[in-house]
């Protein structure tokens, strides 16, 4: 590496093109701010951009998307006022660039999967020597879309990049395509997009006409290949939105798989992004794990369950159709059943609801059982109160605890009871009407309706 490109090294920009318009997506919302497992798709990219440390990131928004600015927080955000394409969104974040002479990165926001080690490739394509002026992140396809294609030199370096809707039937034929993804030299890049002209089939600024400009300067652009099209998926409809969705999915089955954890049938469980699986877990199928969610070791979950916000400790096992809501808490070697529902609960150390229940804003102690039928009733229309259960408690069928309430360590709560009060330690809480049976009723009105 040449003295002249060794200060650029250390320094390094990123501007995030977002301000697309998105018609296709057919929403309210801006088009980067749509979900991939969990998270924005931008907020993906930004993961991935964050992990390289560049001395500035700037996101190029629209001037009516406010809530990606909010997204992208604490980046800088720069409005491209006007969607005149590419070129001229890049142009929108020169200001917060001025005097900035490293590398610039330049990304498209609705293209999430992107790694961190395919844009170090294409920095290092950048620095490659004195003479690189550009770097192009190109892809080889069998069947190529509606890319702009790579036209290139004898000697391996760019030619040019001509879009899919200005190419000759020839350069259609060219199966490596753009990216999208440039890394360029931050000198020199405000004097090459200031040459920038409208004379294309879309009558905009293209980015893709950088490589040209650069040559006529002597400045060679160069080539950086990727051989995983699935980075570069981008998203500009719903079924787009679902493909790269299924990409991050196999993405994070294939991590879970790889990290010690067992998948009955892989393609039916749905990870977040954020969610943490431990070691020798066993997940069955039809699982859906949403955001904020940490499964220990040696836990158990059973098909179809819905879990979203929870901490599950060691040896616990879940489900079937269990569902665990925000603020769940269970401790180790918890047993929650089949078709039980827990909200803001913490079920401590061998805790167990086996079936049909319902723990809501409660605490409920160690060894408690918590029989079928039974409800903690935690609200009364206004308020949320907690139901408090102490250790080796027995919470029989179909019993109601009315919150606020707290059932003492070891008590025993009787069948069909409905309990407003607190209860003793050890003690029996019973709460039934006087049984009446009436000998030969059901006899009698039987022949009574028969009669008519």
């Not at 490109?5 to 701010?33: D, E, F, H, N, Y």
């Not at 720069?78 to 917060?96: H, L, N, S, Y």
């Not at 089939?201 to 652009?221: C, H, M, N, S």
């Not at 879940?318 to 909200?343: D, M, S, Y």
């Amino acid at each position: 590496m040449t003295p002249s490109s060794a200060q650029s090294v250390s320094k390094l920009a990123c501007v995030i093109l977002t301000a697309g318009q998105g018609k296709r997506m057919k929403s309210a919302k801006p088009k980067v701010l749509h979900e991939i497992a969990g998270r924005p798709m931008i907020n993906w990219l930004l993961r991935s951009v964050e992990e390289l440390s560049p001395d500035k990131i700037i996101v190029v928004t629209a001037p009516d998307a406010p809530g990606v600015a909010d997204a992208v927080a604490p980046h800088d955000t720069a409005i491209q006022k006007i969607p005149m394409g590419t070129g001229d969104a890049v142009r929108a974040a020169m200001p917060a660039l001025k005097g900035f002479d490293g590398d610039i990165l330049v990304l498209l926001g609705d293209m999430p999967l992107l790694s961190t080690g395919m844009m170090q490739g294409l920095i290092e394509a950048r620095r490659h020597d004195a003479q690189t002026g550009i770097a192009v992140l190109g892809v080889e396809y069998k069947n190529p879309p509606a890319f702009g294609r790579l036209v290139m030199n004898a000697d391996g370096t760019l030619n040019k990049i001509v879009e899919d809707k200005d190419a000759t039937p020839e350069q259609r034929a060219i199966k490596l395509c753009n990216t999208g993804a440039f890394c360029i030299d931050g000198t020199k890049l405000s004097g090459w997009l200031d040459k920038l002209q409208t004379n294309n089939a879309q009558g905009e600024y293209y980015i893709t006409d950088l490589p040209e400009i650069a040559a006529r300067e002597g400045v060679k652009t160069r080539v950086s290949i990727l051989y995983n099209a699935d980075e570069v998926a981008g998203v500009n409809s719903r079924a787009d939105l679902a493909v790269v969705e299924a990409i991050a999915q196999k993405n994070l089955r294939r991590a879970a798989m790889d990290n010690g954890a067992t998948l009955i049938d892989p393609s039916s469980v749905f990870f977040c992004y954020d969610t943490k699986i431990g070691r020798d877990v066993v997940i069955g199928p039809n699982v859906v794990f949403g955001p904020g969610v940490t499964v220990g070791d040696n836990v158990t979950i059973e098909a179809f369950c819905h879990i979203e916000g929870a901490r599950i400790d060691t040896g616990c096992t879940v489900g079937p159709f269990a569902r665990l809501r925000p603020g769940t808490k269970l401790g180790a070697k918890v047993k929650i059943g089949n078709f039980v529902e827990t909200k803001n609960a913490h079920l401590h150390d061998g805790a167990k609801a086996s079936h049909l229940a319902y723990i809501g804003d409660a605490d409920v102690g160690a060894g408690v059982n918590f029989s079928c039928g039974a409800i903690t009733a935690n609200y009364d229309g206004f308020e949320k109160f907690k139901t408090v259960i102490g250790d080796n408690a027995m919470v029989g069928s179909n019993v109601t605890l009315v919150a606020p309430v707290t059932i003492g360590k070891g008590a025993y709560i009787a069948a069909g009871a409905t309990v407003t009060k607190d209860v003793a330690d050890d003690a029996l809480y019973v709460e039934r009407a006087e049984p009446r049976m009436l000998a030969g009723w059901a006899a009698k009105f039987r022949a009574k309706k028969q009669k008519k």
